[in-house]
Structure formats: C-alpha cells, structure tokens
C-alpha cells in the first residue's frame, strides 16, 4: 500500500506564497501530481511531473507555481507564488504508477486579505 502525506498549506493574503509537500511512503516509479478542488467545482488538475523531471502544468499557474520533486526523499513539492483568491481550494496529491492511482488526504489553501 502506498500512502501520500501532504502539508503546507494554509492562509495567505493575495500575492503571497506557499510551498506545498507531499511525502510519499515508499520509493516507487511514477508520475506525481497536485489536483486542486474547490468548493462546488470538479477537482482540476495544477501539475505533474515524471520520475525523470518532465513537469507540465495547468495554463492557470503557469509562471506562479513550480512542481517539482526529490526523488531521494520521496517527495513532491508545489511551489505556489502571486497566490491570487480563485486558488483557494483542497490541494492533493496524487502518484500515478502504470495505471494505479493513489490520493493524499487534501490540504487546504486559502488565498484571502
């Protein structure tokens, strides 16, 4: 079994930052990703990124948020800058390995003066 751990987020005023982590319990290879949800809206994907560094992300964060992983520490990090109030949502984590599909718990951020 496979569990993500995510921490980091939290309430930020319009133009702050926040770097978000998600600590994966074993070493596996796969494609890791940040899924955002807000409230009343369908869950959206924010980025991905390949074992080997291969990142894409949504057109909404391009140029403010960074993905980015340390494969040694089993570790995905999303890098948040010029926070704006409709990225306020449930963030999670995701790992997509040759098809199976596994979710962290959801940290919240709030983006709100």
């Known amino acids: 079994q496979v569990q993500l751990v995510e921490s980091g987020g939290g309430l930020v005023q319009p133009g702050g930052s926040l770097r978000l982590s998600c600590e994966v319990s074993?070493?596996?290879?796969?494609?890791m990703g940040w899924y955002r949800q807000a409230p009343g809206k369908e869950r959206e994907l924010v980025a991905t990124?390949?074992?080997?560094?291969?990142?894409r992300s949504a057109d909404s964060v391009k140029g403010r948020f960074t993905i980015s992983r340390d494969n040694a520490k089993n570790t995905v990090y999303l890098s948040m800058n010029d926070l704006k109030p409709e990225d306020t949502a449930v963030y999670y984590c995701?790992?997509?390995?040759?098809?199976?599909?596994?979710w962290g718990q959801g940290t919240q951020v709030t983006v709100s003066s």
């Open positions: 995701n790992l997509n390995s040759f098809g199976r599909i596994y």
């Open positions: 074993r070493n596996i290879l796969s494609i």
């Open positions: 990124i390949t074992s080997g560094g291969t990142t």
